[in-house]
């Protein structure tokens, strides 16, 4: 096994799109139909819940490391943006934001983030449009927890702070 050809190591983080910030647990090799495969062990403590990616596919599902300080810097001005709601009906803007959710692109999630977020004086959100809320909230408070080494609650509370700033 050639440590070169891996990108990730044991200990980094990483986000996978569909599920968030996860961290390489180990990299294993499992026979597959008879073939050895290397895969990437990654563990996502907030679902409990352990992944296998191989290490060879692990670029086109979409792994990466953790976003760099300008990206965090460029979502963070996208949580100060104007939220843009499309007037389409509310189905196709929820498959719309999913989508960017679970795109794994820190920048689409401040972007459902901006536009789902509602201040004090805005009316009442529906049921769903607080769950996508909440999950895109989430997976960008991991991810920018993880980036400057503090917990979920700390990164939560500073990416409000940006959003009531905008309001």
């Known amino acids: 096994m050639t440590k ?4 990730f190591s044991v200990g980094d ?34 679902e409990k819940m352990t992944l296998r990616v191989p290490t060879k596919k692990a670029k086109t599902a979409g792994l990466r490391s953790l976003a760099e300080g300008n990206v965090v810097a460029s979502a963070l001005t996208t ?12 189905s ?14 820190l920048i689409s999630i401040a972007e459902v983030v901006r536009d789902l977020h509602r201040a004090d004086n805005q009316p009442e959100q529906s049921y769903s449009e607080r769950q996508l ?17 503090i917990d979920r609650d700390a990164a939560v509370g500073m990416l409000t702070k940006s959003l009531i700033k905008a309001a």
């Open 13 to 46: 983080h990483v986000v996978y799109p569909a599920h968030g910030v996860g961290t390489v647990k180990g990299v294993e090799t499992q026979e597959v139909a008879g073939y050895p495969l290397e895969v990437y062990v990654i563990t996502f403590d907030h």
């Open 4 to 7: 070169s050809a891996n990108e």
């Open 79 to 90: 949580l100060k943006g104007r939220a843009r709601v499309k007037r389409t009906m509310w």
């Open 92 to 105: 196709r803007r929820a498959q719309e934001y999913e989508a960017k959710i679970n795109s794994g692109d």
């Open 133 to 149: 809320y909440e999950s895109a909230l989430d997976r960008m408070a991991r991810e920018v927890a993880a980036i400057e080494k």
